[in-house]
């Protein structure tokens, strides 16, 4: 059978399993995870898988009262895992031996340990935050037993896989990659130095073997491609790149200190997935050094607390070894969207206090897990103060508040995103009016745009299989405006395409844009031709 096809039942069956019951990855849910291993050494199995290769352990276990057997075990993480610890991050192979075992679905699970994250939550809130503006990993809390003892607490992340992919793109066969970072080996020579997965272009294709990982069976001349269009010529880069992804994905590791990410020194811990549209879209990887844990943007000194908490929202526009950033930047428009980026994840989540709201829900709902945790990295005194105030004398890990609300304060006030966006209200589509006999064949679409718009936008499509397109709205008095000047847009579409119609409204002012409704990505407004007869 054609592996799509396989996939694309399994995720069928997988979207039936979850409408009967709770998602595997509920935010607000703490998983119990009890593993059977048979060997009386085990931790020091483990360690010895890991050090010497990547093989998993053989175990059963039992994922909230389901049990399965035959299922593989191994310790995972570069940075987190060492020899001999009381704890290391997991992974569980459900399916190592039936390859048609799942739990819910989902046929790995990966288990994070917090590392540098005293708080516990980083990832979860962090992942929270991102799912409302680009597809990103699921994550809540998992409570790990091995052989009836208690082994710890757990952050519990969605694997970015062939599963995760035919959710989020429809398909899983395009190029896949990873980018990577601290490779002990040298460049080869010729290499450029130091450029780690930063998507810079090099003529030999040997010097990207060691940036990026390869999770998808072929791909590199696409890869190679990419980095190509994006030097060379820039221009053309909508061609092979969601380019509206990726800046969603770099305002929210501005905004959120992300800088073990693209946006940091090493330029790592994404993903990059080519879709069947032939674009290459970013998928955020590991989260738990977020909020400013991971410390370092550029070549020389960790940032301090005050730097981290002024970080430029423009870093690195001009960066010779970002070129997504630079390159992407260089343009008006692009960056005006950026900006609008980073001020809608701003002003959501940060500027009017939600995230600590629900940081401190987080952090109760944990709260006796952790204290019951024996093996945990940090103390109840430094889990209780991390949400607020920095911890540890050596890794000086942020307080996310301390770190946050100051950050918010600053970014408010700061030159790039002081202009104010043209203000969107009033979207609606033109209906038949009462005593009108003519039957309505287009779609008209309106709205009041204030706070001096230079262009106004109807970005729309007739369903979600389609590429968005474009049509500029105008104030003009025309399309049943009723008169020039008066701040009322409009736009018409044909019906001809379909009786259905989903769109969204992009606003631009000479130094800022904003869209309506703000998160465009998974609500649009939608109407129907009978809506207006």
Same mark, same amino acid.
């Given at each position: ?59 059963? +276990? ?73 597809? +990103? ?374 130094? +800022? ?21």
């Amino acid at each position: 059978m054609n592996r799509n096809l396989l996939l694309l039942i399994n995720f069928l069956f997988f979207s039936l399993v979850l409408q009967g019951q709770e998602n595997f990855y509920q935010t607000d849910a703490i998983r119990q995870i009890k593993l059977t291993i048979k060997q009386d050494n085990w931790r020091g199995a483990l360690d010895s898988l890991r050090k010497n290769g990547e093989d998993f352990l053989v175990a059963k +276990a039992n994922i909230d009262g389901t049990d399965y057997s035959n299922i593989g075990v191994k310790y995972r993480g570069s940075r987190s895992f060492k020899i001999g610890a009381k704890r290391n991050p997991l992974q569980i192979k459900l399916n190592f031996i039936d390859k048609n075992q799942t739990h819910q679905g989902y046929q790995t699970l990966k288990l994070s340990d917090a590392l540098r994250d005293p708080s516990m939550i980083r990832e979860v809130l962090g992942y929270e935050i991102a799912r409302k503006y680009m597809p +990103a990993p699921q994550a809540n809390f998992a409570q790990v037993y091995v052989n009836g003892d208690y082994y710890g607490l757990f952050v519990n992340v969605e694997e970015v896989n062939d599963q995760f992919l035919a959710k989020q793109y429809g398909d899983s066969s395009g190029s896949f990659f990873k980018g990577i970072a601290n490779q002990k080996t040298s460049p080869s020579e010729g290499c450029k130095k130091n450029v780690f997965s930063a998507l810079i272009y090099e003529e030999d294709a040997a010097c990207y073997l060691k940036n990026y990982e390869l999770k998808s069976e072929s791909g590199w001349d696409d890869l190679i491609q990419l980095t190509r269009i994006l030097e060379k010529q820039p221009n053309k880069i909508d061609n092979v790149l969601n380019v509206d992804q990726t800046l969603w994905m770099l305002a929210f590791n501005n905004v959120l200190v992300n800088l073990n990410s693209y946006s940091g020194r090493q330029s790592q811990n994404f993903y990059l997935y080519q879709d069947s549209t032939g674009h290459f879209n970013p998928i955020l990887g590991d989260l738990n050094l977020a909020f400013g844990s991971y410390k370092s943007a550029v070549v020389g000194s960790d940032f301090r607390l005050k730097q981290l908490q002024e970080l430029d929202p423009l870093l690195h526009v001009a960066g010779e070894y970002k070129p997504l950033i630079r390159q992407l930047l260089k343009d008006s428009e692009r960056k005006k969207i950026y900006l609008s980026h980073v001020r809608t994840i701003l002003n959501e989540n940060f500027a009017n206090g939600a995230y600590l709201d629900r940081a401190e829900t987080l952090q109760r709902m944990i709260q006796v897990p952790f204290i019951n945790d024996n093996n945990r990295k940090y103390s109840f005194d430094e889990f209780k103060k991390s949400l607020k105030s920095t911890i540890g004398q050596r890794s000086r890990i942020p307080g996310i508040k301390e770190l946050m609300n100051k950050r918010a304060k600053i970014l408010r006030k700061s030159s790039a995103l002081r202009a104010i966006p043209p203000s969107i209200t009033n979207v609606s589509p033109q209906k038949r009016g009462q005593y009108e006999s003519a039957t309505i064949n287009n779609f008209t679409i309106q709205a009041s745009v204030d706070k001096l718009p230079q262009k106004v936008v109807l970005v729309y499509r007739y369903n979600d299989k389609d590429t968005f397109k474009k049509v500029e709205m105008l104030d003009d008095g025309q399309n049943n405006d009723v008169a020039a000047k008066d701040g009322i847009f409009t736009a018409k579409v044909s019906a001809n395409s379909g009786a259905h119609l989903e769109y969204y409204i992009m606003a631009e002012s000479k130094a +800022a844009i904003n869209f309506e409704p703000s998160n465009y990505m998974y609500k649009l407004y939608e109407v129907n031709i009978s809506e207006l007869n």
